[in-house]
């Protein structure tokens, strides 16, 4: 977190007593020359018995023109070359003025989690030998059509800047920033080391950037592309890497829907003897796949195309390639995803690896229980493991025939339990499974799933070493919710999608309130939280009470009044990002949060009733706040409420790439 | 009913409907002071209680009763990525469209469409700029800043620039390969 960039926060005290291990009994008012004088001296900076008394003989003044603070701050730097983690270094950062500059010369992971929360330029200003930058943009809510296009989180502002400040620039990860072709073709010409470039639900650009970074990288090790959007250019970027080996380790570029040149791939992946990560695209055929395969048995992860034939018709007399064997010759194979467009007779040529798996992602694959249960029960392994799973049948018209909709139940109560049995199987089989993610494959709330209470009661008691769920489904209660959260202590990670809004539980017609005051009650590790169902202040008062470490916590269609929100804003000493939807808290609820809205990154409230004026007078309140609101479209609001609020702590004030949709209150 | 056959069978095949063309069955819940999209005052929602009726356009009947992504349905809800929404559905068919003087393409897909209104209330979202005007025999589509008329045109497989909603719709899906949104003024000699 950012949390050293506030403005409270940041030390400007020269005279700030030396931290405990470099405890050398002197009294703050010695002025910080002669401390640090004081351990050179002593020969380091980690002693915490020596004390070098508050009566210091004349010598140290002697050193002290022979040793001025460049030398502890040479210590320094060395010693904090080993601090990795940037909440250790920010709070290294606040110890003194010297620290500070210390800790800002060997910073080489620039961490920025919004965009706007700082400037490029002070950012540069303050980091000089950055070699890795990561930078977030747009808030999650965005992925779901919640926000306008052409809201901002633009990368260019901060490619220039970047290019002219640290040449020799290695890694990139962007998530949710909108890039042109020109930031690429600018990263690329920029920095000539230049190893990893990671984009996440990013936008903005085509396959013509990707060309700028495939044929100028001449050292790229990572590129990795994952759910986000690449404009179909008819560029030819596969072909424009060097000729000759290459360094590439990892290519992922599941999600570039545009068709590629397979000869060029297979050329590719035959010279680049270090690669472990490859994710193709669904334009890849089963028959490609397996000439990859063959090239390439050193990788470790896998992501197939489109899992099944291609249309092209074979030729008659063609055998089919031993999958089987390309399967089993990937010895190292540990992450297995892709499989889309499956053809289901194909998925046993994976079973010679399934005991290996410690990820599997099935989630764009339709396949029914009976078709996974054999690949499961092998995957003894398995610590991640993503799944889709199909909703079949829309009787919602039905509602008035009520003979067609018992007899619909009735084969829904089948298909249920067929589909909570592929849950079964995984709890039965995977039991240091970490993470499990249940997507509905046909995303419509007023349809019926086939996984239910029962899928999340199995799942909690086969894997008890579980630490992330997410679970959509269109039913649940609160009993298995409650057995959740007795049997899977170590989750930290809890996102539950009743996919029909305010729906109760289904057995007891009660609110889901209990269930999630078991899951914060219970899981002291949670950090994460994402609530459903029909849920009162209730939900929100356990929120508050036992939710201490909880660090996100999406809410939609919730809560009865403002008591809900105000729970959660004085109740959660460590919220960081707080995204609502459409639940009824207000102005008053709004104001319970000033105390701390300083220590987020951001809050954001969509259709919620929150009014301008309440909306101004936090702006008002909180000067180092961006107080964003957002207009779903040019028209003025006819409402009194606000549609959406966006707001976030910068050091930069209003950003001035602001739309014309968006007003930022002052 | 094996579930194998079922999972197979494309989405619109498993939806058993009754009534008239264009009954959708999911409810039409928005949250008051929200501005109606125009497509909502196309669709036909007979077996809703709301009283949020409209009449439906004869030549946009829908034969399935699935329900368009745009503002019929509440906004991203469920939260599922339209990423992950496209990739699940198997295929889908990609096109950019472009619009005469605008700096940036989009991209549709036009497997999510089941009819021209759908398509042109989707291109409405995304070109916030234009408003779709229906007239008597055909659609306007106008710049709401300046007046300027445009002209939905599509490029087929032969290469071919033609008026959008000449053949019907499943054949233009099958032969489009990009769309442009051309001015009226330039849109001569398309068409009859």
Not at chain 1, 255 to 271: G, P, S, W, Y
Not at chain 2, 124 to 149: A, P, Q, W, Y
Not at chain 2, 178 to 185: E, F, G, N, P, T
């Amino acid at each position: 977190m950012r949390q050293d960039l506030t403005v409270q926060q940041m030390s400007e005290d020269d005279d700030r007593s030396p931290p405990l291990d470099l405890r050398c009994g002197a009294a703050p008012s010695i002025n910080r020359a002669r401390n640090c004088s004081g351990e050179a001296v002593s020969g380091s900076g980690s002693s915490t018995s020596s004390s070098i008394p508050a009566s210091v003989p004349v010598t140290v003044t002697e050193y002290q023109s022979q040793y001025p603070d460049q030398v502890l701050e040479i210590v320094l730097e060395n010693v904090l070359q080993f601090l990795t983690s940037r909440r250790d270094r920010n709070a290294a950062s606040l110890v003194c003025k010297s620290w500070w500059r210390a800790e800002a010369l060997t910073r080489s992971e620039l961490f920025i989690g919004n965009c706007y929360a700082v400037s490029p330029d002070r950012a540069r200003g303050r980091f000089r030998r950055v070699r890795s930058v990561v930078l977030k943009g747009k808030p999650r809510f965005a992925d779901f059509n919640l926000m306008p296009p052409d809201w901002g989180a633009h990368f260019g502002p901060w490619v220039c800047v970047l290019a002219n400040a640290y040449p020799w620039l290695e890694k990139v990860y962007l998530k949710r920033m909108s890039i042109t072709d020109d930031d690429l073709a600018l990263l690329a010409e920029s920095f000539s080391g230049f190893k990893e470039l990671t984009l996440v639900c990013c936008e903005g650009f085509g396959t013509c950037g990707l060309a700028f970074i495939a044929s100028k990288c001449r050292q790229l090790r990572v590129l990795d592309l994952i759910e986000t959007e690449v404009t179909d250019d008819e560029v030819d970027w596969i072909s424009l890497f060097p000729e000759g080996e290459t360094c590439l380790e990892s290519l992922i570029f599941d999600c570039v829907d545009c068709a590629i040149n397979f000869e060029a791939l297979e050329k590719l992946v035959a010279r680049s003897p270090f690669l472990r990560k490859l994710r193709l695209n669904r334009h890849v055929s089963i028959r490609q796949l397996y000439r990859l395969m063959v090239r390439a048995p050193q990788l470790t992860h896998l992501g197939t195309g489109k899992y099944g034939p291609s249309e092209v018709a074979q030729r008659q007399g063609d055998t089919e390639p031993d999958y089987i064997a390309a399967f089993a010759a990937c010895k190292s194979l540990v992450c297995l995803s892709g499989f889309r467009e499956i053809t289901p007779d194909y998925l046993s040529a994976i079973y010679p690896v399934c005991a290996n798996l410690t990820s599997l992602n099935f989630s764009y694959a339709t396949i029914t229980a009976d078709q996974l249960k054999p690949v499961i029960c092998n995957c003894h392994k398995l610590q991640i493991f993503w799944v889709g799973v199909p909703c079949v049948i829309d009787y919602q018209c039905f509602e008035e025939i009520w003979v067609l909709k018992l007899i619909l139940a009735v084969i829904m109560q089948a298909l249920d339990s067929i589909c909570d049995e592929g849950l079964q199987a995984v709890a039965a089989t995977c039991k240091e499974l970490r993470e499990l993610r249940v997507f509905p494959m046909n995303a419509q709330e007023d349809v019926e799933g086939p996984v239910s209470e029962v899928g999340l009661q199995a799942i909690s008691e086969g894997c008890r070493k579980l630490q992330s769920i997410l679970y959509f489904c269109q039913r649940m209660t609160n009993a298995a919710v409650i057995a959740m959260s007795s049997n899977c202590l170590e989750l930290e990670v809890f996102r539950l999608c009743i996919m029909g809004r305010h729906r109760p539980d289904h057995a007891t017609g009660e609110p889901m309130d209990e269930g999630f005051g078991a899951i914060v009650r219970n899981c002291r590790k949670l950090t994460r939280l994402a609530v459903s169902g029909l849920l009162t202040d209730r939900a929100f008062g356990y929120i508050g009470k036992y939710g201490k470490l909880i660090r996100t916590l999406s809410v939609a269609f919730a809560g009865d009044s403002d008591m809900g929100l105000k729970y959660v804003l004085e109740g959660c000493p460590k919220l960081q990002k707080l995204e609502i939807r459409d639940s009824p808290f207000g102005d008053a609820a709004l104001r319970s949060g000033l105390h701390h809205y300083y220590n987020m990154r951001f809050l954001w409230m969509s259709s919620c009733r929150l009014t301008r004026q309440g909306c101004q007078e936090i702006a008002q309140a909180m000067p180092r706040l961006v107080v964003e609101v957002i207009r779903s479209d040019d028209e003025e609001e006819t409402d009194n409420y606000v549609e959406t609020l966006y707001m976030y702590r910068s050091l930069e004030g209003p950003r001035h790439d602001a739309p014309k949709f968006v007003t930022i209150l002052r | 009913m094996s579930p194998e056959k079922v999972n197979h069978l494309p989405e619109s095949d498993t939806k058993l409907t009754l009534g008239l063309p264009g009954a959708g069955g999911e409810c039409h819940r928005t949250k008051a002071g929200t501005k109606r999209g125009f497509l909502e005052t196309v669709d036909l929602n007979l077996m809703s209680s709301s009283n949020d009726n409209k009449h439906c356009e004869e030549n946009d009947a829908m034969a399935s009763s699935k329900t368009p992504a745009t503002k019929a349905q509440v906004v991203g809800w469920p939260p599922v990525r339209a990423y992950r929404k496209s990739a699940m559905k198997g295929s889908c068919k990609f096109v950019k469209v472009a619009v005469d003087g605008a700096p940036y393409l989009r991209k549709v897909d036009l497997e999510i469409y089941h009819s021209y209104q759908e398509l042109l209330s989707a291109l409405e979202d995304m070109f916030s700029f234009l408003t779709i005007r229906n007239h008597v025999n055909e659609r306007k589509i106008i710049d709401n800043v300046n007046g300027v008329e445009y002209v939905p045109t599509y490029e087929d497989k032969d290469g071919d620039w033609m008026l959008v909603g000449d053949v019907p719709w499943k054949m233009f899906v099958e032969s489009c390969k990009r769309v442009r949104l051309m001015k009226s003024s330039e849109a001569i000699g398309l068409g009859n």
